[in-house]
């Protein structure tokens, strides 16, 4: 072996992430400007509706596409920080951003919860556990009249918020902040060793654990990982909306969406699921004007059922990248 | 609380029946999950839209839903073997199973739930048969028709399925297949042909446990989703192959359900659910009634 | 010499059916076992037990004095256990170099992870495909970088489980010039085959398995033409 050829090699070893972080950021900017310059609210809250995905399914993604393991209660993770957020501002007054954080700690520690008590068996055990998890989510939240129940509860929002020109333009940008974040944990977790040692899991977990890689505690890490974001994703919504009910929280849009966009895009690497959030969240959003909720949904899961079949690997599959 | 024996044996009584119903709505699932390895998650949503459409077809001709199931399960057959069909081309065959596949799962259950959203809306449907407001009385306990009927008709729909998987060639077949697809294929016989019908047999049993459903409660698009949680606990609790095992669970289950709902209120009876898919999962994941591996 | 791999009295039961009973066996370090045996006769259910992949069995199993009880199969392979599997299970979506770092990657030694995967890629003679991914590979290359991948954390003790199966004579005898590389570096090897031209040039040591239990072992001329051996092999040559 030539010293030259193990020298190539490791250079390519070395990942090389300020570029990204310079190039997300400036996506970000060059967003924000533009529907700065069009000025029109419409475009802040649709564009929250984007980004919320964007979170969502890169979140799923950290443990379904990297380690194959299907998260189906993305829905319950995404209301519980949602409704984390509610609880803390009614008990202590915290506001937008302190509950975020404490909506990523509750969800993470859901997530952990739940895969230490299924991930040591086969996955679908761990996703039917996520499944039945978000539907007694919803009942614990719909029988809690402290969050308000069936009826909901209610988050007044001051109508401005300086430097910012509006609310919306507000939670937007937090959105959009959160979503670079949350990408660029995407990518770090992906080329990081924990996410080589999911990608071994996801190939072949009885070959990885032949081979000494700590499979448990990847898994636990990935779940923790996924749920805390996911959390994340759903955390700004009361404050979004300035209403939330279980319905709303609770939707199965969240659930389907959250499986659909990594799915489509493309499932084993960061920029799939944001693909598969922007593609799928604005045709969903241009939809809702002139169809349906119920038949935009049913759309949604049509497009996911033949999507995993003719194009398995997603869009970026289909392009030829792994 | 005031401790009330006359409530406490009513509901186990009424438990037991629940169980009857839940253990048809869990068969199936042991055939395409406890034995052909297939985690089909739209088998709940398969059994209320058979609800629905004895409802529908029912109530329109006016059948007594139970007939109107029978009448309706080889259409569901016949899907069964469709959804089979086309997973195994799609994705076994692939090797695409655990994520692609059990995506395709989820994406039929919510094609279907939003489907009867669409076509009868998000409201309750409820069909009477004629023996709907009848109740029997043994001494303290009641034994409302509309509970027990459905639950003897499960059983016999269950016992049906025993003879069949234990006294007929095919049923025999589907058992092998389980064991060792392999050893099939020497013996010139196509695994892919046997799990096709087993799949199928799997889809016919949610539409009888759908028609045994609407008699025992009404129903709505999202009934479906708490029964993912009961029907995959009781599986799982059985040992996941054995039809016995699944039977003797799903009346536990059914009991231990109903009585916590009759003390402490209904609507936590996906907390039961889940709280014993856990208990299961974390102490014995091989199932109450499963051999340990 | 000192002993490797202990183990006493190791059995496994699958409810009413005893794939295992009591097998008693000493291991000396740099020592070169072959395990034979008919179908079904217990041979990977005791190599199962001894690389956790049975995580319930009857009986102790120790490497170089650590008991291994108990331990995951990711435990004992960081205690200086490996195996490699009946069928290649190579990580399909990772590169050939990408496989053999893995375990390295978890290993402690992660920053030397390449220039270590490069060394044990050369050793198995697939230096020149190390960016190719392992379906690029011929069966007998897969089957060489599973062995590569096994031997990246330096094992003491390597189970080579059926390595050989479907391969040509000429390719047979390639792994078995490998393996015999590997042994001369140190490795004690235990090889579980049924070629018997693989068997005959490899091992030093014979043990042969019918129904669950040792019913032979020592050198392997003398093994192989005891009668039961004969027997139970039913004319194999």
Redesign the interface.
């Known amino acids: 072996m030539s010293a030259t050829t193990l020298t190539d090699l490791r250079g390519a070893d070395r990942i090389r992430h300020l570029p990204f972080w310079l190039g997300a950021v400036g996506v970000a900017l060059a967003v924000f400007l533009a529907l700065r310059l069009i000025g029109n609210e419409y475009g802040y809250y649709a564009g929250y509706f984007v980004l919320q995905y964007v979170v969502l399914a890169s979140a799923w993604n950290i443990l379904g596409g990297y380690a194959g393991y299907v998260n189906f209660g993305a829905a319950g993770f995404l209301a519980a920080g949602a409704y984390t957020a509610i609880v803390v501002r009614k008990a202590f007054g915290f506001d937008l951003i302190p509950g975020i954080f404490c909506a990523a700690v509750v969800t993470g520690l859901l997530g952990l919860g739940t895969g230490y008590l299924t991930l040591r068996l086969r996955g679908v055990y761990f996703s039917i556990a996520t499944l039945c998890l978000a539907v007694v989510l919803q009942t614990l939240v719909v029988n809690w009249d402290y969050v308000g129940g069936s009826r909901g509860a209610y988050v007044i929002r001051p109508m401005t918020i300086p430097p910012f020109a509006s609310y919306g333009e507000y939670i937007f940008l937090v959105m959009l902040v959160l979503a670079v974040i949350t990408v660029g944990i995407a990518r770090t977790v992906e080329v990081s060793r924990l996410g080589r040692g999911l990608q071994a899991i996801r190939d072949n977990e009885r070959a990885a654990e032949a081979v000494g890689v700590p499979t448990l505690r990847l898994k636990l890490m990935a779940t923790a990982l996924c749920g805390a974001l996911m959390g994340v994703a759903g955390a700004p919504l009361p404050y979004y909306s300035g209403y939330l009910n279980p319905d709303a929280a609770f939707s199965l849009a969240f659930a389907v969406n959250a499986i659909a966009m990594p799915l489509i895009g493309g499932a084993g690497t960061w920029a799939g699921p944001v693909i598969g959030a922007v593609l799928l969240a604005s045709l969903q959003q241009a939809a809702t004007v002139t169809i349906s909720s119920a038949l935009n949904l049913w759309i949604v899961g049509w497009i996911l059922v033949i999507f995993v079949t003719i194009a398995p690997r997603g869009i970026l599959g289909w392009f030829g990248k792994r | 609380m005031e401790f009330d024996l006359s409530l406490l044996l009513n509901g186990i009584v009424s438990g037991l029946l629940l169980g009857g119903l839940y253990a048809v709505a869990a068969s199936g699932l042991a055939v395409s999950f406890g034995m052909l390895d297939i985690?089909n998650?739209a088998h709940p949503a398969l059994m209320v839209a058979a609800a629905f459409l004895v409802v529908a077809v029912g109530g329109a001709i006016g059948l007594d839903p139970l007939l109107c199931a029978v009448l309706l399960s080889p259409v569901f057959y016949l899907i069964g073997v469709g959804i089979y069909t086309?997973y195994n081309r799609?994705?076994e065959r692939?090797g695409?199973e655990?994520?692609?596949g059990?995506?395709?799962f989820?994406?039929?259950m919510?094609?279907i739930?939003?489907?009867l959203?669409?076509a009868f809306g998000p409201e309750q449907r409820f069909l009477d048969p004629s023996y709907a407001f009848t109740t029997w009385r043994i001494g303290e306990i009641d034994l409302p028709l509309r509970m027990l009927i459905p639950a003897l008709f499960g059983l016999l729909a269950i016992g049906l399925l025993y003879l069949f998987l234990h006294r007929s060639f095919i049923g025999l077949a589907i058992a092998a297949v389980a064991q060792d697809a392999e050893a099939l294929r020497l013996l010139a016989i196509d695994p892919v042909k046997i799990k096709r019908l087993a799949f199928g047999v799997s889809a016919m049993l949610a539409c009888i446990a759908g028609g045994a459903l609407i008699v025992v409660q009404p129903v709505e698009p999202s009934s479906g989703?708490?029964f993912?949680?009961r029907v995959?606990?009781i599986c799982?609790m059985g040992g996941m192959a054995s039809l016995s095992g699944a039977i003797a669970a799903a009346f536990l289950f059914g009991v231990v359900e109903n009585v916590t709902a009759t003390f402490f209120g209904p609507?936590?009876a996906?907390?039961v659910?889940?709280g014993w898919?856990?208990l299961v999962?974390?102490f014995r994941?091989q199932g109450l009634f499963g051999?340990?591996? | 010499m000192s002993i490797l791999l202990k183990a006493e009295r190791v059995g496994k039961r699958f409810g009413g059916f005893v794939a295992l009973q009591e097998v008693d066996l000493e291991l000396r370090t740099g020592e070169r076992l072959g395990l034979i045996g008919p179908n079904g006769s217990g041979k990977s259910t005791f190599v199962n037990c001894i690389s956790g992949d049975f995580a319930q069995h009857d009986g102790q199993v120790t490497l170089a004095g650590q008991p291994l009880n108990g331990l995951k199969p990711n435990e004992r392979a960081r205690r200086g256990l490996a195996r490699t599997f009946q069928l290649p299970q190579p990580f399909n979506s990772l590169s050939v170099l990408e496989n053999v770092r893995i375990p390295l990657l978890f290993s402690g030694a992660a920053a030397e992870a390449t220039p270590r995967a490069m060394e044990c890629l050369d050793q198995v003679e697939l230096g020149p495909k190390a960016l190719k991914l392992p379906r690029e590979l011929t069966q007998v290359e897969q089957r060489r970088l599973e062995l590569a991948r096994a031997i990246a954390l330096r094992p003491q003790l390597l189970i080579a489980d059926e390595a050989m199966a479907g391969l040509s004579n000429a390719e047979v005898d390639e792994i078995v010039a490998l393996l015999l590389r590997l042994n001369g570096q140190g490795v004690t090897i235990i090889m579980i085959e049924h070629i018997m031209r693989a068997v005959t040039a490899f091992a030093e040591r014979l043990i042969v398995f019918v129904a669950g239990r040792k019913i032979a072992d020592g050198v392997p001329r003398e093994v192989l033409a005891l009668r039961e051996v004969e027997d139970a092999y039913l004319g194999k040559q």
Request: no cysteine.
């Open positions: 985690v998650i086309f799609f994705f692939r695409d655990a994520l692609q059990l995506a395709f989820f994406g039929v919510f094609i739930e939003v489907g959203v669409m989703q708490i993912i949680g995959f606990a799982i609507s936590w996906p907390a659910a889940f898919l856990l999962l974390a994941p051999r340990a591996a």
